[in-house]
């Protein structure tokens, strides 16, 4: 499992709990997705914004019961 300051570009202490922590996460991790992509093509991390966006797909199922 990654570290949530790696998927969400904050730590784990700054999560609050319940639905405002999954919304918190995924409101991180779209801002921390949006920075990823500002960085020049060739130097993208695109192992890391995959890394990402499965988590925050994860956090939107969490979030809304599916899982």
Do not use: C, Q, W
Not at 19 to 47: C, N, Q, S
Request: cysteine-free; glycine content about 2%.
């Amino acid at each position: 499992m990654k570290r949530t300051e790696y998927l969400y570009g904050i730590s784990l202490d700054e999560i609050p709990n319940a639905d405002e922590h999954f919304k918190a996460k995924i409101k991180a991790g779209e801002k921390l997705v949006r920075e990823l992509l500002e960085a020049p093509y060739p130097e993208r991390d695109f192992t890391r914004i995959d890394d990402v966006l499965k988590a925050i797909e994860f956090n939107r199922k969490m979030l809304n019961k599916e899982i």
